[in-house]
């Protein structure tokens, strides 16, 4: 027997006093959302994040152009009465706020085409210098990279060696 996409859902939450946490798949970004997966008809599920589906569980479709927020800043909570609907742009408000803009930069970053020690080593190469068309060619990088390195517009947390 099928079980009703409500109660798939709600059997993969652990409630608790507090948050009530997704605990089945997560997204693969960094972990910090729940996903679940919504058949429609005969088609196979397509991949939602959770906090969204029990928000439209529970209070219905979310209107065009808004996000669902957490006031518990938990992104596996999927509990309703810790969940309302903002702007992209008020979620990114409240997000800076409450200190929780956590900036990726140097190599951790997915564009990434160099690491600390190359950076470092590029400043002091340049400072002997080499140019930045001979250091491009060097790291395989754009020779303008090489110049925001250089003037500290890149990778400003690096120092030189």
Known sequence: MNQSLPDRFWAKVERTKGCWLWKASRTSAQKRYGQFAVA?????GKCRV???VAWELTYGPIPAGMV???SCDNGLCVRPDHLFLGTPRANNQDMMAKGRHRPVRGASHPGAKLTEAAVAEIRRRAAQGESQGQLARAYAVAPSLVGRVINGQSWPHV???
């Open 159 to 161: 120092a030189a060696e």
């Open 68 to 70: 669902v927020c957490h």
């Open 40 to 44: 429609t008809g005969r088609r196979p």
């Open 50 to 52: 959770a906090h969204r």
